[in-house]
């Protein structure tokens, strides 16, 4: 009976489009960090989408919002939708404000054609997904499944003005007062554009995601001595910014080892002092990102990056701290929501392809808690966090449908 519902693809693209004026670069991207003053307003407008849905809106103590849709049944624990709509620093238009507005065009599509479902549907916006503000990544929906302690997550200082992230939603009016972790779902779907180019390459319009890589995230301080650049002769000198160039370069070596699946990337976050032209430097303070969809590699890795720091600190006389902020497993998603992803593109004749995440998502920590899957849409050249990401309205409309026929599957029809 409801086989031939299809979502309105004008709409969701006019939506993202919408909500991409907020924080707008003059490159055509997003600039929208998480609780600045950007996200307050983006939070606003899409509970006032919400709200024109007849939904009702829930809150949690990490800023999370869940927008319901109520179900014939309403013993029965929502199927979930959604993503986020914090943005990296001058990021793109598309990286999870996709999923989050997917989930709310499913449930104006339902409306429009009069379907009830009998579990409830929920849109959800997670807090701090990219963690370019207050790191780590996923940070609420690593507490919601229990990855972190509330308490440490809201202790999380922002990197613009060290503000904690309790006073930061206290500030922009989100922070709620229902339990992170008094919230049950039948399962959960999240669309996101698959920032990497096999869709986009191979001209295949959906992702089925029936894994994702796991990764580790790494603060790293060096500290050796600022001296005078011309006095100071080069043998016996403490630099720590020769001490980070070869960890660079350990770590891309590290990654290269493990090929073609590991990833290693130093981040764009250093700091260098004492700042200046004529002083060796002192200290630097920076990230490292690695990544593997093996649990065994990744640790592997991870023991050669301690131990090339420990070597390159006692070589050149140098302190080190190196500090293991995040870990998210690799993570295989449930069997069953990956076939109802499966089959709503095969009876929509949608072309599709199993494909793994390469990117960390909050449905890798949601599908702690219940049975998960993902839905990818191609973007253009796989280019993401960056101003020139980009995505076709045809490809989203796709996954969209993808999405609302998956859901149906799972909730059932009244």
């Known amino acids: 009976m409801t086989n031939h519902i299809r979502i309105n693809g004008e709409r969701l693209w006019a939506g993202i489009m919408e909500m991409a004026k907020i924080g707008a670069t003059a490159n055509g991207g997003s600039h929208r960090l998480t609780l600045s003053d950007e996200d307050k307003v983006a939070r606003d407008l899409f509970a006032s989408w919400c709200a024109e849905a007849g939904l009702s809106l829930t809150i949690d103590e990490m800023g999370d919002m869940f927008a319901r ?3 014939g049944d309403s013993d029965r624990a929502p199927v979930g939708m ?3 709509l914090d943005t990296q620093p001058f990021g793109g238009r598309f990286d999870g404000v996709f999923g989050v507005l997917a989930g709310l065009e499913v449930i104006r599509t339902l409306n429009d054609h009069g379907v009830q479902t009998i579990a409830p549907l929920e849109v959800v916006n997670w807090t701090n997904e990219e963690g370019a503000r207050f790191a780590p990544a996923m940070l609420a ?19 613009d003005t060290g503000a904690a992230l309790l006073s930061e939603l206290k500030r922009i009016g989100y922070h709620g007062d229902q339990p992170v972790h008094d919230h049950d779902f ?14 986009d390459s191979a001209g295949i319009a959906v992702g089925v995601v029936n894994a994702a890589q796991g990764f580790r995230w790494y603060d790293i301080t060096l500290e050796g001595f600022a001296s005078h650049t011309g006095s100071t002769p080069m043998k016996g000198r403490r630099n720590a910014l020769l001490g980070m160039a070869s960890v660079v370069q350990a770590v891309d070596d590290i990654a ?3 090929a073609p699946l590991a990833r290693g990337t130093v981040g764009s976050q250093i700091e260098v002092g004492p700042g200046s032209r004529n002083v060796i430097p002192g200290l630097v303070k920076f990230t490292v990102d690695m990544r593997h969809p093996s649990a065994d590699t990744l640790a592997a890795m991870d023991s050669s990056l301690r131990a090339v720091c420990e070597e390159v600190a006692a070589d050149i006389g140098l302190e080190l701290s190196l500090e293991q902020i995040s870990y998210t497993a690799p993570v295989a998603f449930d069997e069953d929501c990956v076939t109802a992803v499966k089959r709503a593109c095969e009876e929509l004749d949608i072309s599709h392809t199993l494909i793994t995440s390469g990117a960390g998502h909050d ?13 990818f849409a191609p973007c253009k050249d796989g280019i993401s966090h960056h101003e020139s990401e980009s995505a076709e309205p045809e490809d989203l409309e796709a996954v969209g449908n993808a999405l609302l026929h998956a859901v149906l599957e799972v909730a059932g029809v009244a």
């Open 186 to 199: 039948a399962a959960f779907f999240e669309c996101h554009i698959e920032q990497g180019p096999i869709l």
């Open 363 to 375: 449905a890798c920590y949601i599908a702690d808690r219940c049975p998960t899957a993902m839905l």
């Open 82 to 84: 959604g993503s986020h």
């Open 141 to 159: 929906s690593g507490v919601y499944a229990g990855v972190f302690e509330l308490g440490w997550a809201q202790s999380r200082r922002a990197v």
């Open 256 to 258: 290269h080892e493990q």
């Open 69 to 71: 849709r109520a179900g």
